[in-house]
């Protein structure tokens, strides 16, 4: 029998008619085995996400501060659930234990944890599914990054025991048991660590959107779906921004060849995109796959006479970041020129410090940050044999008014990052999409 793994998302799970919607997908196909749910997500515009309820619920424990109504209005979302199923099914042990584990300081990581967790045992009741708590099965290593193997092998085999199981994404644990959750949007890794676990013949991801759409549809008013993308493509688009699938989700699945078909919940006859480790097919009418890009990114710019010929230039300046514990996104280069592309976040407070040392390590003839800067990433794997495409990219967006601040090509010829002002960023991205699309 066919083996599939599927995740769902906050928004399918976010209320008792969503569950039921969800339960008739999985019995739909007896291969639908194993099943990874999120916390409940938004029910209408303006709604809160149960994590963002619990993180603020911790955040007021651990101020000693009094978080009752907080909590009771989470636990009523839950109950909710459970009388619109007409499930007989009593958690208030579970909050209980939630509830006074709060006031003990156990890490903002378990406190978001518990809405995946009860989630999960909620489905897994509904469904008739085992339960199984990922915190026993799902492992980070002592830096805090995930334990592929360890978890590989004792995931695959707990889930060789049971037959059908649901589990909640989002976390697992540290060598010392304590929770440990993936960054946020991380229930899409554990619904692609389950499917390489199980050897799924697929992994299904089920979301709020038919597919992975060429371009943001909060940008771009009602862009074409994609009907087949590489894991590189689409690694390229969300590491941009594109927000359907968590960036690192691609790695668990990709290492066991396995494809991810993103579906809609809400359109479950839709076909989606399919996700595929290689394909020879790319669409001629269009050349590209599809456009992502992302807002608040700063640049250091770092001029120097022959810089190229200085043995150890790039090190210096990198190594000045690594002291900051700063991480970079992008290094456009030129031969006397080099910048460096950082989100503000990540150089907040930092970047007169860091403009010191790297003035020290390098004595650059000029070096200035300059804020206010969106990348766009034009992905296709269309563009190696299409010539042009970078010219009618640009010829696009200057034909609209807009300034390029910057260019970078990545060597793997499957994308073209351009940097503009924040203020362009949505005049650039329509430009972009009007010129290979419509
Ligand atoms: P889930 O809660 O199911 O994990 P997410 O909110 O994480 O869902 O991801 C789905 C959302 O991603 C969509 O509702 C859409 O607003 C957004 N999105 C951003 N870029 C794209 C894109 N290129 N294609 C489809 N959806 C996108
Ligand atoms: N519930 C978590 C979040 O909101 C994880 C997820 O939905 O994937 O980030
Ligand atoms: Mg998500």
New binding site residues.
Partial sequence: MQIKALKF????LADAEQFKKVANIVKAEESRRYVVV?AP?KRFDGDTKITDMLYEAYSIADAGEDMTDLFAKIRGRFESIITGLGLDLDLSKDFDKIFSAFHHHPGRDYAASRGEYLNGKIFAAYIGYDFIDPAKCIFFKENGTFDAERTNEVLSAVLAEHERAVLPGFYGSMPNGTVKTFSR?G??ITGSIVARAVNADLYENW???SG??M????VVHNPKPIDEITYRELRELSYMG???LHEDAIFPVRAAGISINIRNTNRPEDRGTMIVPHSEYYNYETVIT?I?GKKGLSVINIEKDMMNSEIGFGRKVLEVLEEHNVSFEHLPSGIDTMGVVISDAELAGKDEAIVHDIKKAVSPDHISVDGGLALIAVVGRGMISAKGTAGRVFRAIAAKGVNIRMIDQGSSEINIIIGVDESDYLRAIEAIYEEFVK
Avoid: E, I, M
Avoid at 9 to 12: A, D, F, K, L, T
Avoid at 215 to 218: E, K, N, S, T, V
């Fill in positions: 998302g906050g928004s399918s999120s997500g949007g229930s899409d979301t709020d959107v992975f759409l371009a943001d549809p909060r594109a927000g359907v599809g992502a």
